[in-house]
């Protein structure tokens, strides 16, 4: 097992790609389907990484981004956050970065894509630590 993920994401069939994508991969994966559930899941549940859906109920994903960066439900000093957006725009991945994300990929991402960017955001965790 390569490491356990948080999945946030609301809508099903996406949360099951992301799920499948990253579990094929060999990953863990924790899916939780709205910002409750996924503040809940990151202190429980002690993810190495979050893909993180920009566009939740509620409370968006670029305020749970913020939140998991800046409060207790972030069980470690420093969760790497994957931020998915169906929003194209520059400016909309620009906030995802300034409250906290570490990378941000368009929705609809390829498994390849995610992956990708999962393994490389964990690399760069591991070589933090070291």
Do not use: W
């Given at each position: ?41 990151a202190q429980q549940e002690a993810p190495d990484l979050v893909v993180l859906d ?18 207790s439900a972030a069980p470690r000093a420093r969760l790497p956050i994957l931020m ?47």
């Amino acid at each position: 097992m390569q490491g356990k993920i948080l999945a946030a994401e609301d809508d099903a069939a996406a949360r099951r790609l992301v799920s499948h994508t990253l579990g094929s991969a060999g990953y863990r994966v924790v899916s939780a389907v709205n910002r409750l559930e996924g503040l809940r899941k990151a202190q429980q549940e002690a993810p190495d990484l979050v893909v993180l859906d920009a566009m939740l109920p509620g409370i968006d994903g670029f305020e749970v981004c913020h939140r998991l960066g800046s409060s207790s439900a972030a069980p470690r000093a420093r969760l790497p956050i994957l931020m998915l957006t169906a929003r194209s725009q520059e400016a909309d991945r620009a906030v995802g970065e300034k409250v906290g994300a570490d990378s941000c990929l368009p929705k609809p991402a390829t498994p390849g894509e995610t992956t990708a960017a999962v393994r490389s955001l964990l690399a760069s965790r591991k070589e933090g630590d070291a």
